[in-house]
Every structure is written in C-alpha cells, then in structure tokens.
C-alpha cells in the first residue's frame, strides 16, 4: 500500500520562509490527489490551511500557500510566526474512496 | 453555522466492541454533495483516516481496517454511527468527525474529539 511521506521535522526563524512536503512512497503526487494541509495544536482538533493543491480555506492567513512541487505537494508558509510551531499534516486522496493522511511534520519556529 | 460533536465511551476493555456517535448540525447528510468521516490519532502520533459514509449511503473504509469497521448514518437524527470491533490497547486515541462538502475530499468540519482508551 502506497504512503504518505512528510518530513518529520523542521525548523525555521521567525520572519523566515520554509516549505513543507508531502510524497508517495510509490508515484508522484499531483492535483488529482486533491492535497489538502491541516496544522495541528497539541489537545486541539486540526485546523484547514489549504485544499485542492492551492486554495486556502476561509480565514487562513495568505503567508500560506500550496502547490505542486516536483513529485509532491508543498505547504509554504512565508513569514513564519511564532504560532506557526505546530504540526503539520497533508491528506491525499487515492481513488476509490479512500484518503491517506501523511506522518506530519512538527514544525518548529526559533 | 457547522458543528460536529463525537460523543462515546471514555474507556473500553479489550476485545470489546466500541461505538461512536458524531452527531452535527448545520448542514444535512441527506443532501449532495456531503459526507462525514472518522480520524483517529493516538496519543503523541499522527492522524489516520478511518471510514467515510456519504449522503447517498455509500461507504468507504481504512484498508487496514475494515474487517474491524463499521460506518452508518442516522439522517433524522444528524448523526453517523462508527462501530469498532475487537478494540485493542493500540487503538486508544482520540476520535474525531470530520464533514467533507463535494468532491475534492478534504476537511472543512471538524468535530473537537472524545478521547478513547483501552487499558492493557
């Protein structure tokens, strides 16, 4: 069965710039895998950044963005904020029904 | 205004069956194109996927899963019933509903989680 890969972790300065990816461990990823990226607090429930590859979700920040980079889907997040230190998911869709989440990414911002 | 709420036991013995309620308002499950899924993440690990029923009753479950699986949904009452068999020390974890509205199957919902554990 195909994974979901996501580095598990990051690092990036405030004010700094830092991507984040999402792969298969078998094909490349691409808009039909409708990506979709939440962030995650620890004790609370995710929040939606992005879906369909590009479009944010309602009153997410535009320092967020996605996209295809290469083989994989991308989260960047431009101007990193102290809140930003989270974990990061992305959830790929694989046909037939079934969506596969990544491992996540705890990002952490210093 | 969406609201998803998981409601369940606190705490299941092994080899039990668990059952789960999400129960929402603010939209109906009977109406395209919406669906309601299962995530579950244990303590400290990441969110999995589990099953997804959709407003024309179809069903779709974990492959890993879904012999242990069971997905159905209650439109007069808002509600979607998960049922887990056979629940083991490795499924204690967090449960959550989730809403998908259309066909590019993300989250846009989610419900704020109920804490599932199953002691050793």
């Known amino acids: 069965q195909n994974v979901v890969t996501q580095e598990p972790s990051f690092s990036v300065s405030p004010g700094g710039t830092v991507t984040l990816t999402c792969g298969l461990s078998s094909g490349s990823v691409s808009t039909s895998y409708f990506p979709s990226w939440y962030q995650q607090t620890p004790g609370q429930a995710p929040r939606t950044l992005i879906y369909?590859?590009?479009t944010r979700s309602s009153g997410v920040p535009d320092r967020f963005s996605g996209s295809i980079l290469g083989n994989k889907a991308a989260l960047t997040i431009t101007g990193a904020q102290a809140d930003d230190d989270s974990h990061y998911y992305c959830?790929?869709?694989?046909?037939?029904?079934?969506?596969?989440f990544g491992g996540g990414t705890k990002l952490t911002v210093l | 205004q969406v609201t998803l709420k998981e409601s369940g036991p606190a705490l299941v013995k092994p080899t039990q069956t668990l059952t789960l309620t999400c129960t929402f308002s603010?939209?109906?499950?009977?109406?395209?194109?919406?669906?309601v899924s299962w995530v579950r993440q244990p303590p400290g690990k990441a969110l999995e996927w589990l099953a997804r029923?959709?407003?024309?009753?179809?069903?779709f479950y974990s492959t890993s899963l879904k012999t242990r699986l069971t997905i159905s949904k209650d439109t007069s009452k808002n509600q979607v019933v998960l049922t887990m068999t056979n629940m083991d020390p490795v499924d204690t974890a967090t449960y959550y509903c989730a809403r998908t509205n259309g066909y590019t199957y993300y989250f846009d919902y989610w419900g704020q989680g109920t804490l599932v554990t199953v002691p050793s």
């Open positions: 603010g939209f109906s499950l009977s109406t395209s194109p919406m669906r």
């Open positions: 029923i959709d407003w024309d009753d179809d069903k």
């Open positions: 369909s590859t590009n």
């Open positions: 959830v790929l869709y694989m046909g037939s029904g079934i969506v596969l």
